[in-house]
């Protein structure tokens, strides 16, 4: 038990230090997923897709694939020379946005023309909200807080775990 409670509190420790920005799995096309008859320049307006976010293509594995491809295959729907094959087989399939860049995917087999394409502008997450200036003289109680929270916490988990051990 104390050894759980010592966890517990460590895993909290470190949530408390992670980044504010988490990547995010964007199922491309919603509900409906990667299928024809979908506008899918329509699906991604006023979506932001950062550096370390993924999309997660769902769809019929035995008649699409999803393919990348360059700017004018994507233009033109052509699935010649793609850059990757992203299909697995199991028609759930994950890409990762690594690169800040612009991707462009399409399906084969003729599903491009039906209007299973989809241009994605990867960016680089924006920066952490600043905190407001502080008055010369004055510290930052959050920082503050935080440099004392987290020992203390760890401090009292060990303390804890080794009363436990002791019982």
Excluded at 78 to 100: K, Q, Y
Excluded at 151 to 162: G, Q
């Amino acid at each position: 038990m104390g050894r759980l409670i010592a966890v517990v509190l460590g895993l909290i420790c470190a949530a408390v230090m992670l980044p504010e920005v988490a990547a995010v799995r964007f199922t491309v096309g919603g509900n409906v997923g990667w299928s024809p008859n979908v506008n899918y320049t329509v699906w991604a307006e006023g979506k932001h897709f950062y550096n370390g976010d993924w999309l997660f293509f769902v769809y019929d594995r035995n008649q699409m694939n999803v393919l990348e491809v360059n700017q004018t295959d994507y233009e033109s729907c052509n699935s010649d020379h793609f850059l990757h094959n992203f299909t697995t087989g199991a028609g759930r399939d994950v890409v990762p946005l690594n690169v800040t860049r612009k991707y462009y995917f399409i399906s084969g087999k003729g599903f491009c023309f039906s209007g299973m394409k989809i241009a994605i502008n990867v960016e680089n997450p924006p920066p952490p909200p600043s905190s407001s200036p502080q008055k010369a003289g004055s510290n930052s109680q959050f920082s503050t807080l935080r440099e004392i929270l987290v020992p203390v916490l760890f401090s009292v988990a060990a303390a804890w775990n080794s009363i436990v051990m002791i019982l």
